[in-house]
Protein backbone atom coordinates (compact mmCIF):
# COMPACT_ATOMS: atom_id res chain seq x y z
CA UNK A 1 0.00 0.00 0.00
CA UNK A 2 1.10 3.61 -0.79
CA UNK A 3 1.19 5.22 2.29
CA UNK A 4 2.33 8.73 0.94
CA UNK A 5 -1.30 9.04 -0.58
CA UNK A 6 -2.91 8.76 2.50
CA UNK A 7 -3.86 12.08 3.41
CA UNK A 8 -2.88 13.58 6.75
CA UNK A 9 -6.49 13.21 8.65
CA UNK A 10 -6.76 9.47 7.49
CA UNK A 11 -3.45 9.46 9.18
CA UNK A 12 -4.85 10.44 12.59
CA UNK A 13 -8.01 8.46 12.50
CA UNK A 14 -5.63 5.20 12.26
CA UNK A 15 -3.91 6.17 14.48
CA UNK A 16 -6.16 7.11 16.94
CA UNK A 17 -8.89 3.89 16.38
CA UNK A 18 -7.18 1.29 14.23
CA UNK A 19 -5.42 -1.39 16.48
CA UNK A 20 -1.03 -1.44 16.25
CA UNK A 21 -1.20 -5.28 14.78
CA UNK A 22 -4.15 -4.20 12.46
CA UNK A 23 -2.41 -1.14 10.78
CA UNK A 24 0.93 -2.56 10.33
CA UNK A 25 -0.79 -6.13 8.75
CA UNK A 26 -2.77 -3.46 6.77
CA UNK A 27 -0.25 -1.25 5.31
CA UNK A 28 2.71 -3.57 4.88
CA UNK A 29 4.63 -2.42 7.31
CA UNK A 30 6.79 -5.25 8.78
CA UNK A 31 8.13 -5.55 12.11
CA UNK A 32 6.77 -2.81 13.73
CA UNK A 33 3.93 -3.97 15.68
CA UNK A 34 6.18 -3.98 18.55
CA UNK A 35 8.12 -0.92 18.16
CA UNK A 36 4.79 1.36 17.93
CA UNK A 37 2.99 0.03 20.90
CA UNK A 38 3.11 3.04 23.20
CA UNK A 39 1.33 6.02 22.73
CA UNK A 40 4.55 8.30 22.34
CA UNK A 41 6.25 5.99 19.45
CA UNK A 42 2.61 5.32 17.89
CA UNK A 43 2.56 9.54 17.94
CA UNK A 44 6.31 9.77 16.30
CA UNK A 45 5.54 7.43 14.30
CA UNK A 46 2.60 9.03 12.86
CA UNK A 47 4.99 12.28 12.66
CA UNK A 48 7.54 10.89 10.76
CA UNK A 49 4.45 9.26 8.33
CA UNK A 50 3.36 12.58 7.79
CA UNK A 51 5.67 14.38 7.05
CA UNK A 52 6.58 11.56 4.78
CA UNK A 53 3.33 12.37 3.12
CA UNK A 54 3.99 16.54 2.79
CA UNK A 55 7.51 15.47 1.56
CA UNK A 56 5.54 13.43 -1.08
CA UNK A 57 3.50 16.28 -2.25
CA UNK A 58 6.30 18.04 -4.17
CA UNK A 59 7.43 15.19 -5.86
CA UNK A 60 4.02 14.20 -7.01
CA UNK A 61 3.60 18.27 -8.04
CA UNK A 62 7.47 18.00 -9.59
CA UNK A 63 6.38 14.76 -11.76
CA UNK A 64 3.35 15.96 -13.09
CA UNK A 65 4.25 19.23 -14.20
CA UNK A 66 4.84 19.79 -17.88
CA UNK A 67 8.52 21.06 -18.81
CA UNK A 68 9.01 23.81 -21.00
CA UNK A 69 11.80 24.17 -23.18
CA UNK A 70 13.52 26.88 -20.56
CA UNK A 71 13.85 26.23 -16.93
CA UNK A 72 15.21 28.61 -14.47
CA UNK A 73 15.55 27.11 -10.65
CA UNK A 74 15.95 29.31 -8.28
CA UNK A 75 17.01 28.89 -4.44
CA UNK A 76 14.94 32.04 -3.82
CA UNK A 77 15.81 32.55 -0.15
CA UNK A 78 19.30 32.96 -1.10
CA UNK A 79 18.85 35.61 -4.04
CA UNK A 80 16.43 37.54 -1.77
CA UNK A 81 19.14 37.39 0.85
CA UNK A 82 22.10 38.46 -1.93
CA UNK A 83 19.40 41.11 -2.99
CA UNK A 84 19.39 42.85 0.89
CA UNK A 85 23.16 42.80 0.99
CA UNK A 86 23.70 44.52 -2.65
CA UNK A 87 20.92 47.18 -1.54
CA UNK A 88 22.86 47.89 2.06
CA UNK A 89 26.47 48.29 0.61
CA UNK A 90 25.21 50.16 -2.93
CA UNK A 91 22.92 52.47 -0.52
CA UNK A 92 26.12 53.44 0.99
CA UNK A 93 28.27 53.81 -2.25
CA UNK A 94 26.31 56.15 -4.44
CA UNK A 95 23.89 57.74 -1.91
CA UNK A 96 20.60 56.88 -2.12
CA UNK A 97 17.30 55.25 -1.54
CA UNK A 98 17.34 51.60 -3.70
CA UNK A 99 14.30 49.79 -4.07
CA UNK A 100 12.80 46.82 -3.90
CA UNK A 101 14.13 44.33 -7.06
CA UNK A 102 11.75 44.11 -9.79
CA UNK A 103 11.46 40.70 -10.17
CA UNK A 104 10.16 40.12 -13.53
CA UNK A 105 13.04 42.27 -15.08
CA UNK A 106 15.33 39.94 -12.69
CA UNK A 107 14.17 36.92 -14.79
CA UNK A 108 14.40 38.76 -18.12
CA UNK A 109 17.89 38.83 -17.17
CA UNK A 110 18.68 35.76 -16.19
CA UNK A 111 17.09 34.33 -19.27
CA UNK A 112 19.19 36.78 -20.93
CA UNK A 113 22.74 35.52 -19.25
CA UNK A 114 21.30 32.27 -20.01
CA UNK A 115 21.31 32.33 -23.66
CA UNK A 116 18.26 33.46 -24.88
CA UNK A 117 16.90 35.81 -27.60
CA UNK A 118 13.97 37.41 -28.89
CA UNK A 119 10.67 35.47 -29.76
CA UNK A 120 7.83 33.53 -28.84
CA UNK A 121 9.47 31.27 -25.88
CA UNK A 122 7.70 29.56 -22.69
CA UNK A 123 9.79 29.53 -20.06
CA UNK A 124 9.31 27.78 -16.13
CA UNK A 125 10.47 29.74 -13.67
CA UNK A 126 10.51 27.23 -10.52
CA UNK A 127 10.91 29.50 -6.92
CA UNK A 128 12.45 27.18 -4.09
CA UNK A 129 12.11 28.25 -0.33
CA UNK A 130 11.95 27.56 3.18
CA UNK A 131 7.95 26.47 4.22
CA UNK A 132 8.44 29.24 6.98
CA UNK A 133 9.11 32.40 4.75
CA UNK A 134 6.55 33.36 2.99
CA UNK A 135 7.02 36.32 0.93
CA UNK A 136 10.71 38.04 -0.15
CA UNK A 137 11.12 40.75 1.27
CA UNK A 138 13.52 42.55 -0.97
CA UNK A 139 11.78 41.58 -4.45
CA UNK A 140 8.22 42.81 -5.70
CA UNK A 141 6.28 41.35 -6.48
CA UNK A 142 7.09 39.23 -3.71
CA UNK A 143 4.17 36.67 -1.12
CA UNK A 144 5.05 33.03 -3.14
CA UNK A 145 1.53 32.01 -2.66
CA UNK A 146 -0.66 35.03 -3.48
CA UNK A 147 1.51 37.07 -5.91
CA UNK A 148 3.98 34.55 -7.72
CA UNK A 149 2.93 31.21 -7.88
CA UNK A 150 1.06 30.12 -10.49
CA UNK A 151 1.21 33.44 -12.42
CA UNK A 152 2.81 34.36 -15.76
CA UNK A 153 4.17 37.47 -17.43
CA UNK A 154 4.49 37.89 -21.00
CA UNK A 155 7.28 40.15 -22.87
CA UNK A 156 9.84 40.11 -26.02
CA UNK A 157 11.29 36.85 -24.58
CA UNK A 158 7.84 35.09 -24.46
CA UNK A 159 5.74 33.76 -21.44
CA UNK A 160 7.29 33.39 -18.25
CA UNK A 161 5.64 30.66 -15.62
CA UNK A 162 6.35 30.73 -12.26
CA UNK A 163 6.22 28.14 -9.74
CA UNK A 164 6.79 28.31 -6.51
CA UNK A 165 7.96 25.14 -3.85
CA UNK A 166 7.86 25.54 -0.20
CA UNK A 167 10.30 23.04 1.11
CA UNK A 168 9.22 21.24 4.73
CA UNK A 169 11.41 21.46 7.62
CA UNK A 170 12.33 17.58 7.65
CA UNK A 171 13.46 18.18 4.38
CA UNK A 172 16.91 18.71 3.34
CA UNK A 173 16.80 22.31 1.05
CA UNK A 174 19.94 21.03 -0.75
CA UNK A 175 18.49 17.40 -1.40
CA UNK A 176 14.92 19.11 -2.77
CA UNK A 177 17.04 21.26 -5.09
CA UNK A 178 19.04 19.00 -6.30
CA UNK A 179 16.03 16.19 -7.08
CA UNK A 180 14.31 19.58 -9.22
CA UNK A 181 17.75 19.78 -11.03
CA UNK A 182 17.69 15.82 -12.07
CA UNK A 183 14.16 16.14 -12.70
CA UNK A 184 14.31 19.10 -14.92
CA UNK A 185 17.78 17.65 -16.55
CA UNK A 186 15.78 14.32 -16.99
CA UNK A 187 13.39 16.09 -19.39
CA UNK A 188 13.96 15.26 -23.48
CA UNK A 189 11.80 18.54 -24.42
CA UNK A 190 13.74 20.96 -22.03
CA UNK A 191 16.59 22.33 -23.48
CA UNK A 192 17.72 25.47 -22.09
CA UNK A 193 18.67 25.01 -17.78
CA UNK A 194 19.45 28.51 -15.91
CA UNK A 195 20.77 27.47 -12.16
CA UNK A 196 20.83 29.73 -9.12
CA UNK A 197 21.81 28.07 -6.14
CA UNK A 198 23.34 29.28 -2.54
CA UNK A 199 26.96 28.74 -3.52
CA UNK A 200 27.90 30.57 -0.23
CA UNK A 201 26.86 27.83 2.52
CA UNK A 202 26.94 24.23 2.59
CA UNK A 203 28.37 22.06 -0.70
CA UNK A 204 25.44 22.47 -2.81
CA UNK A 205 27.54 23.90 -5.81
CA UNK A 206 29.58 20.69 -5.36
CA UNK A 207 26.55 18.33 -5.60
CA UNK A 208 25.16 20.69 -8.76
CA UNK A 209 28.46 20.08 -10.64
CA UNK A 210 28.35 16.16 -10.09
CA UNK A 211 24.78 16.51 -11.15
CA UNK A 212 25.14 18.44 -14.71
CA UNK A 213 28.44 16.28 -14.93
CA UNK A 214 26.08 13.00 -15.78
CA UNK A 215 24.03 15.10 -18.02
CA UNK A 216 24.57 13.43 -21.44
CA UNK A 217 22.75 15.88 -24.25
CA UNK A 218 24.67 18.22 -26.16
CA UNK A 219 21.12 19.44 -27.06
CA UNK A 220 20.57 21.14 -23.84
CA UNK A 221 22.48 24.64 -22.64
CA UNK A 222 23.05 25.21 -18.88
CA UNK A 223 24.17 28.02 -17.13
CA UNK A 224 25.01 28.14 -13.01
CA UNK A 225 25.09 31.51 -11.82
CA UNK A 226 27.10 32.73 -8.70
CA UNK A 227 28.41 35.63 -7.30
CA UNK A 228 32.10 34.78 -8.25
CA UNK A 229 33.65 32.96 -10.65
CA UNK A 230 33.74 28.96 -9.14
CA UNK A 231 35.26 25.80 -10.11
CA UNK A 232 33.94 24.71 -13.92
CA UNK A 233 32.07 22.16 -14.59
CA UNK A 234 29.58 19.92 -17.48
CA UNK A 235 28.01 23.74 -17.99
CA UNK A 236 28.55 27.32 -18.65
CA UNK A 237 28.93 29.85 -15.18
CA UNK A 238 27.81 33.20 -15.28
CA UNK A 239 28.22 36.14 -12.65
CA UNK A 240 24.35 36.30 -10.45
CA UNK A 241 25.40 40.83 -9.48
CA UNK A 242 25.10 41.64 -12.85
CA UNK A 243 21.20 40.43 -13.15
CA UNK A 244 20.46 41.50 -9.24
CA UNK A 245 22.21 44.98 -10.18
CA UNK A 246 20.31 45.70 -13.20
CA UNK A 247 16.95 44.60 -11.17
CA UNK A 248 17.60 46.82 -8.50
CA UNK A 249 17.68 50.00 -10.74
CA UNK A 250 21.40 50.08 -9.97
CA UNK A 251 23.61 52.05 -13.54
CA UNK A 252 26.68 51.42 -14.50
CA UNK A 253 27.66 54.87 -14.06
CA UNK A 254 26.61 55.44 -10.52
CA UNK A 255 29.34 52.83 -9.29
CA UNK A 256 32.52 54.39 -11.16
Known sequence: MRTDLIPPTCWFLIFVSVPTNIMCTTLNITGCASAIKSKKNRLLFFI??????????????????????????????????????????????????????????????????????????????????????????????????????????????????????????????????????????????VKRVMIIPNCEEGNIYDRVRETLKYVDDDTKRITVFAMRPMQGGNFRQEILGYSLMSALGIKADEIK
Not at 160 to 174: A, H, L, W
Request: charged share 25%.
Open 48 to 189: ALYLHYLCSMNNEKLKSEKWSENVIIVDADYIDNVAFNLIVNFERMIGRRIQQADIAKWIDCIALDGGMRDGNHQTQVVLIHSKKIQKMVNFKPSDYEKDLNGKAFKDNLGEFIISSFPTEDIVNDEDFFIDVLQTVCGQHD
